[in-house]
């Protein structure tokens, strides 16, 4: 049995929930898959994996054999990323369609780093919204948040990792109207709100501490579209309001590490946040150059997820985006 190959197979199915789009990923069969998986399992005497109708599920002994061998992993890939970067001068053109939100707050930060690995690549970074086939058309690669209803069956979609949400305002903001104890003093407050890629205004926040869960139907006096969301995150910190922003701006330079705006209610996780995905037709990691943009976002997200220190909330599609209608918060009716 190839060990590493077999380490490389079960990861990839762990991640994607699924033999088959572990294989797309490789470029191999299904069964090729299902085979060093199996018998690493034999070796291993456990069950790594329980099959369900929706997909695989990490077993117990599965889950904490993949915890264990992930860092082992994430090493090597890296090792192997930085031997290629010296040995071969991968060049030309990827085009890579990608959302706003993703861009300024995690690809652009990242990119001087790409470019020192591989400043042949040239990156043609377009803006993409919603996986529709015009906005396929032509494109590599896609970063997307959300949960997105593939316009083509045939591509793969990657789940890179989850995404939280932080209600935070300006300090004069809080000295001012004082900061909520508890979600359903939100309803006294300012809100600023984002409209969904589907056209839904992401009103309904929702939050949990321990059993308790609270629905607040968020209220205030600017709704701006995604594309525009950094006018929701400038206002806030100019004083204006109350902004739920992905917590990605807790990150180092951010306005929260800044000081800026101020975290609130803290003590509580959001439910139904997006997740990040990425998307591609699964030829496209035969191009070299191709793939090592694909690893290096997939890289990329796991040393995000790596710095979240809270609970990975469910990223289940929630009912407002299966049946979009003009606000989340009608869901509650």
């Given at each position: 049995m190839d060990k590493l190959r077999s380490l490389h197979y079960f990861a990839a199915a762990a991640e994607l929930s699924s033999f088959s789009k572990a294989a797309r990923h490789f470029g191999v069969s299904t069964a090729a898959v299902a085979k060093l998986v199996q018998s690493l399992e034999r070796e291993l005497g456990l069950t790594l994996f329980e099959r369900h109708p929706r997909g695989l599920a990490l077993t117990a002994g599965g889950t904490a054999y993949l915890e264990?061998?992930?860092?082992?992993?994430?090493?090597?890939?890296?090792?192997?990323?930085?031997?290629?970067?010296?040995?071969?001068?991968?060049?030309?053109?990827?085009?890579?369609?990608?959302?706003?939100?993703?861009?300024?707050?995690?690809?652009?930060?990242?990119?001087?780093?790409?470019?020192?690995?591989?400043?042949?690549?040239?990156?043609?970074?377009?803006?993409?919204?919603?996986?529709?086939?015009?906005?396929?058309?032509?494109?590599?690669?896609?970063?997307?948040?959300?949960?997105?209803?593939?316009?083509?069956?045939?591509?793969?979609?990657?789940?890179?990792?989850?995404?939280?949400?932080?209600?935070?305002?300006?300090?004069?903001?809080?000295?001012?109207?004082?900061?909520?104890?508890?979600?359903?003093?939100?309803?006294?407050?300012?809100?600023?709100?984002?409209?969904?890629?589907?056209?839904?205004?992401?009103?309904?926040?929702?939050?949990?501490?321990?059993?308790?869960?609270?629905?607040?139907?968020?209220?205030?006096?600017?709704?701006?579209?995604?594309?525009?969301?950094?006018?929701?995150?400038?206002?806030?910190?100019?004083?204006?309001?109350?902004?739920?922003?992905?917590?990605?701006n807790q990150m180092q330079g951010h306005e929260i590490a800044r000081g800026a705006l101020v975290p609130a209610l803290t003590d509580w996780q959001h439910e139904e946040v997006p997740p990040v995905n990425l998307l591609y037709p699964p030829s496209v990691r035969r191009i070299p150059r191709v793939r090592r943009v694909l690893d290096f976002v997939t890289q990329l997200f796991r040393d995000i997820e790596q710095q979240r220190a809270l609970r990975q909330p469910s990223t289940a599609m929630p009912r407002w985006a299966k049946s979009p209608r003009p606000r989340a918060s009608a869901t509650l009716g």
């Open positions: 264990a061998c992930g860092p082992a992993l994430v090493q090597l890939a890296a090792a192997d990323e930085q031997a290629r970067a010296v040995t071969s001068r991968v060049s030309g053109t990827v085009v890579l369609g990608v959302q706003p939100v993703i861009a300024q707050e995690c690809l652009t930060p990242a990119l001087p780093r790409f470019h020192a690995l591989y400043p042949d690549i040239q990156l043609d970074v377009r803006l993409f919204m919603r996986p529709t086939e015009d906005q396929l058309r032509g494109i590599d690669a896609a970063l997307v948040l959300g949960w997105p209803q593939l316009a083509a069956a045939d591509l793969v979609q990657r789940q890179l990792g989850a995404t939280s949400f932080v209600v935070c305002a300006a300090p004069a903001y809080w000295a001012a109207h004082g900061m909520p104890q508890h979600p359903s003093e939100l309803e006294q407050h300012n809100c600023l709100c984002i409209r969904s890629n589907m056209g839904s205004v992401m009103d309904l926040w929702q939050f949990q501490r321990g059993d308790e869960r609270v629905s607040v139907s968020a209220r205030g006096w600017l709704v701006a579209d995604n594309v525009h969301r950094d006018m929701v995150r400038d206002l806030a910190v100019a004083g204006a309001g109350v902004a739920r922003l992905i917590d990605w």
